[in-house]
Nanobody, 120 residues
């Protein structure tokens, strides 16, 4: 499966962005999906995950209440709505798929990443 992220860019603190991740996999609705980010010079940080049906999701404490993960199984697309962005949200954001329905299963594919820069 190929995952392609888009939607990154430069935004001012307090602003919003919506990231998208499109998958080529025909069985899109059978696996969970995750967003991971990596800030410059830092280790990757898990951000959020959603199950195969899109009715359950989890968030890192650093983004809870500001970010919303969602998916559209009809268009094979994963989203990350990011609100009230902070400079510490600056990172390359990657989407990744789990082998099956939920986020506690292994990851087996990654996108190439999209850069989000939060700066005034």
């Amino acid at each position: 499966v190929q995952l392609v992220e888009s939607g990154g860019g430069l935004v001012q603190p307090g602003g919003s962005l919506r990231l998208s991740c499109t998958a080529s996999e025909l069985a899109f609705s059978t696996f969970g999906l995750t967003w991971v980010r990596q800030a410059p010079g830092k280790c990757p940080e898990w951000v959020s995950a959603i199950n195969h049906l899109g009715d359950r999701s989890v968030y890192a404490s650093s983004v809870k209440g500001r970010f919303i993960i969602s998916r559209d199984n009809a268009t094979n697309t994963l989203y990350l709505q990011m609100n009230d962005l902070k400079p510490e949200d600056t990172a390359v954001y990657y989407c990744a798929k789990h082998t099956v329905a939920y986020w506690y299963n292994p990851l087996d594919a990654w996108g190439q990443g999209t850069l989000v820069t939060v700066s005034s």
